[in-house]
């Protein structure tokens, strides 16, 4: 079977993010020894970084774990806003919350957008931090009572929103609330900045440690996988996107995952500035970027709940359309998707992770606004480990009682989805390799990253990158054929990778079972 041409001559043969492109991250050796601290933090996303940060300013004697590889999950795919306009949603946090917690939750951002300013002045950040305007729009004129609603929401709360009826843009809307005074950077570079610092303050960081479990018995102890060695510690903050432990939380019933697509073009047109979200779906967002000393324009959107949808790549197809007829486009140098996690009532879950475990605290279900959010995780962590009062911790406490039935009740209804969680059918726990029975294949992590792993008869691994090598989608185990099979263009290749079918003509990335 001959190859097919490319579907669109563009985009990208692989998805990566203009920021992981564009940053030299330092490495750091796998925990290869027990150790003890004051406290021990898996995950290096922004949340856990700052939270870092913070600790070992104080003097904290802090441990950084991270499954693979530092500021390599999703603050490394986001689009990277900082602004207290999270799209659609003060309207909805009033009537859940009332007007003092809603008003919490904007303020809340706001002191997380001027911390983020705030640092990067002090250190002297060179982290492309630019201020711009926010806005939300709707274009169908038969939804803008919803806008106006979320402007009456604006007026209630006090926040300094502008109705506008025309973008600075050429995309055409119905109506729009403008929030002045919001900003953009390159989280990478801002990050790698106070990795650097936590590290000066004494702070330990290791890569390619999974962490298995927390064991309570006695002084607080992590312990890892491989070799399982063990942290010591009287504080663990779980910053893993998804919560790597439970402990009778139930957050697998009060998380889902959503899907989302980016894409950085080079435009034809002169963008005005601003940064767009739309309020009609699909979803579509816009922000300047910068690359190589050019102007791009970062498009986005084209969300859906993970493991929905199998074939990916029509989502970017979307995006090159509608950026291409917006703006024109010479070129797209970057594609990359990302995965976020949301919460039942769109707050994040940011606290100690049950009221019954002190010690064990959790940041999660940032709902596509991690820049704001886990800048502020950071900061409430730092206070509750220190000791500080802080005013916003009841409202993100992941104990919080709701008093709208329809979330009670949306709780218990979703408790069902645990299995499907367990086992990784939704992409946000996978099987784990040692789980592998004789002549079965499945998705894996292995340090830190998807893997495809078969085990043979013989009880021999085979493990490959399960990326498809024709345009970069996610192949999924075929049991009956004991293939890896691609749903965006229909590519096979055998367990150890070998090419069956096409397009693709290269086989999968094979990899050391042993690393």
Known sequence: MQPSEPISNELPQYPESLWRATTDLPSFPRLAEDIKVDVAIVGAGIAGITTGYLLAREGLKVALVEAGKVLNGTTAHTTAKITAQHGMLYDELLSHFGQERASMYYHANRDALQFIRDTASKLNIDCGLHEEDAYVYMEKDKDLNKLEKEFEAYEKLGIPGEWVNKLPIPQFASGAIKLPGQARFHPLHYLRRLLEEFVKAGGQVYENTTVHKVDKEGPLTVVTYRG???????HVVAATHFPFLDEGGFYFARLHADRSYALAIKPETAFAGGMYISADKPTRSLRAASWNGEEVVIVGGEGHKTGQHMCTFSYYEA??????????SKGIPFRWSTQDLVTIDKVPYIGQITSKDEGIYVATGFNK???TSGTLAGRMLSDQIIGRDNPYSELYTPSRFLADPSIINLVK???????ELISGKVGLVHTRIEDLNPDEGAVVRHNGKKAGAYKDPEGNLHLVDNTCTHMGCETEWNAAERTWDCPCHGSRFSYDGVVFEGPAIKPLEKLDAHE
């Open 369 to 371: 606004w991690g820049m």
């Open 413 to 419: 209804e979703n408790a069902d989805v645990a299995g």
């Open 228 to 234: 399982s060695h063990k942290i010591q510690c009287s």
């Open 319 to 328: 995006l090159e359309a509608y950026g291409g007829k917006l703006l024109g």
